[in-house]
């Protein structure tokens, strides 16, 4: 394979192409969601209602044939609703296991502040060993495995708010945002009589999936790549408006993201640029501010932007040693 580019044409393309079908307008989202499918991680997607995030997470689990399950979290819903449980068979005169929901590749935990805090712990080891353990018994998930979780960001009535520990689980998060006039046209156009949703194809499988997952590991990252990406997260740790930095943690998922943003730009090595355009959606939930950044009304957006002025590329992408 030439050092220089990564196969001409691999599922990231056709994939994107298929969800552009549902999802108007929105190119830099989608490209982001199939990053971190690649990248093997987990993502959150917050933004107000109506504006597409359960439909662009069945759009990709369609175009990927990737068995789905979309769970609509309420007070009520249960941590055995996901994890499984196991129970007495008079027949075989034991105890067996019943699989819970999270039994599939692609799981969809639609408005997940809305559980108790029991329920949403659950997801912890799931997110972070693809297993579940019910009864002192673990049980492997199916691969490739992803959540992908949404919450609104207004109205906080009657939720509970995902805690540090399990925010810093999920490779990114995701904001889709409003379409624009001309866009909003256009899908109140495509859904007069029909849901574009049925007109996407499968154009990969789960097999190549993981294979682009294992591709994406392969991707070449320099030595001053590796301090770029420390320097940046380090950052974060030590400004004066931030009362939690970003952790060991997303300094991996900012290396994976990038290697994806590359392997998806046909490239096999990593450019500063990818790890700037990733920063923002790899770190921005894993920061807390200050009471005193929130009084001035500083934004975790604008530390991210600041941190990233700050900090000097190690080279342009003109001049990335691809070795």
Do not use: W
């Not at 590749?105 to 805090?117: C, G, K, M, Q, V």
Request: glycine content about 6%; some cysteine; charged content about 20%.
């Amino acid at each position: 394979m030439d050092n220089n580019n990564i196969i001409s044409t691999h599922p990231g393309d056709q994939l994107i192409e298929q969800i552009t079908k549902v999802i108007v307008g929105k190119e830099k989202a989608i490209r982001i969601l199939v990053t971190a499918l690649f990248s093997g991680g987990h993502v959150l997607i917050e933004d107000v209602p109506g504006t597409g995030k359960t439909t662009l997470a069945m759009a990709m689990a369609k175009a990927t044939s990737l068995s789905c399950r979309r769970v609509q979290f309420t007070p009520d819903v249960m941590a055995s609703d996901i994890t499984g449980f196991t129970m007495y068979n008079k027949g075989t005169d034991r105890f067996e296991y019943r699989k819970g929901l999270i039994m599939t590749n692609l799981f969809i935990a639609d408005e997940i502040n809305r559980t108790s805090p029991k329920t949403q712990s659950a997801l912890l080891e799931a997110m972070e060993e693809s297993k579940v353990t019910v009864d002192g018994q673990s049980h492997p998930l199916p691969s490739p495995f992803m959540v992908v979780a949404t919450e609104n960001e207004l109205g906080y009535v009657g939720t509970y708010p995902l805690p540090e520990a399990q925010l810093d689980r999920f490779m990114l998060k995701l904001n889709v945002g409003y379409p624009t006039p001309e866009n909003e046209m256009e899908i109140l156009y495509s859904r007069r009589n029909k849901n574009p949703l049925d007109g996407v194809v499968p154009v990969c499988s789960g097999e190549d999936v993981l294979t682009c997952i294992e591709a994406v590991k392969n991707i070449h990252l320099d030595v001053a790549l590796y301090k770029y990406i420390v320097a940046i997260t380090t950052a974060t740790r030590n400004h004066p408006m931030v009362a939690l930095g970003a952790s060991p943690r997303a300094s991996l998922a900012l290396m994976r993201l990038a290697q994806s943003e590359a392997f998806l730009s046909h490239r096999s090595y990593v450019t500063p640029e990818d790890v700037a355009l990733m920063a923002p959606y790899a770190l921005g939930h894993r920061i807390h501010l200050t009471q005193q950044a929130k009084v001035n009304h500083v934004s975790v957006t604008d530390i991210i932007n600041e941190i990233l002025s700050g900090i000097k590329p190690p080279y342009r992408k003109d001049k990335v040693n691809k070795e």
